[in-house]
């Protein structure tokens, strides 16, 4: 028996699926995605990080030029992310699993969320722009200024860390177009992941760091 996997990702989107449809089926949530990667690229059992949350292909098929495919998602995880909230024609951040060989662009997200932060802001600076996210109490000391979080499976690096806990990001006009970070205001929900460092940084100084939620339990494990 080999040894369980675990997919990796950089937190760089590769592309933004739209969600063509949404229904509950046997206690589950089935969500079926249209994207543009090629039909080819996607296999059965395959991990695709949705807007931060790491889920798998159930079934796919060839869509025009690009491909749809259906991933499930448990009650817990449509509660404990920003996945609750999808319906029919949202967009989505996608990022397949990372191959062997391939560049880590970003910083490794694992698509574990470890909790749903608040948007507070949204500031342009010249022709990028500035987020302030505030994130649940109990996970703001795991981010430091110039460190790396995943908000909504987007790698980005920590400009700021504020006393009052909120953090800020800086979004060069690149990600800002080709991710769906672009559409949100303030009051709007994102899915948050620490950098794994953060993780270890904790456990070396005695302090308990999150409990990541992991929507696919011992696969990614």
Sequence with gaps: MGLPTIPLNAGLVTD???????????????????????????????????????????????????????????????????????????????????????????????G??????????????????????RPPAEIAKYFAKKGSAAINGVSLTVADALPNGDIQVAMIPHTWEVATLRELQPGAQVNLEIDMLARYVARMIGVDAPVPHDPQGAKNG
């Design 16 to 110: 933004v699926g739209t969600i063509r449809k949404a229904e509950d089926r046997n206690g589950l949530r089935r969500f079926e995605v249209s994207c543009a990667y090629p039909v080819e690229s996607i296999e059965m059992g395959a991990a695709i990080m949705h807007a931060g949350v790491c889920l798998t292909v159930v079934d796919f098929g060839a869509q025009g030029d690009g491909s749809w495919f259906a991933v499930e998602a448990v009650p817990e995880t449509l509660s404990l992310t920003v996945l609750g909230d999808w319906q029919e024609g949202s967009e989505v951040n996608l990022e397949q699993s990372l191959k062997l060989g391939q560049e880590l662009g970003g910083h490794f997200v694992f």
């Design 112 to 133: 574990h969320v470890d909790g749903v932060g608040e948007i507070v802001s949204v500031e342009p600076e010249g022709q990028s722009y500035r987020i302030t996210i």
